[in-house]
């Protein structure tokens, strides 16, 4: 099993940067691929970035592709996001969430059931 905790998030005014974290605990972290995906209030959990297990093979959505970047470091199992430029529209819970393969191949299979396992979520408020 995996546990995940996200973290990192908090108030930021529009156009700073935040960088979230997911740490993970239980065995085999660099068997999985990591997601990160965000609900905003009244609207659906979207899909916004992955991570293949091995850290060379990312993914974006376009509501966000150019300013976030995930990354890893299996050593310290912890996924980051570094969110850059953020926007009112970025307001939303922050999830990160394992899936036991090797790769995504495109964002899009990042649908809201995606995942083996999902941690708790960090809110991440832009203000204008």
């Known amino acids: 099993d995996v546990q995940l905790q996200a973290s990192g998030g908090g108030l930021v005014q529009a156009g700073g940067s935040l960088r979230l974290s997911c740490a993970a605990s239980?065995?085999?972290?660099?068997?999985?691929?990591i997601g990160w995906f965000r609900q905003a209030p009244g609207k659906a959990r979207e899909g916004i970035s992955c991570?293949?297990?091995?850290?060379?093979?990312?993914h974006y959505a376009d509501s966000v592709k150019g300013r976030f970047t995930i990354s890893r470091d299996n050593a310290k199992n912890t996924v980051y996001l570094q969110m850059n430029s953020l926007k009112p529209e970025d307001t939303a819970v922050y999830y990160c969430?394992?899936?036991?393969?090797?790769?995504?191949?495109?964002?899009?299979?990042?649908?809201?059931?995606?995942?083996?396992?999902w941690g708790k979520g960090t809110l991440v408020t832009v203000s204008s």
């Open positions: 969430a394992a899936a036991h393969i090797e790769y995504v191949l495109s964002i899009r299979e990042l649908l809201p059931q995606w995942g083996d396992y």
């Open positions: 991570i293949s297990s091995s850290g060379g093979n990312t």
């Open positions: 239980g065995s085999n972290f660099d068997d999985y691929s």
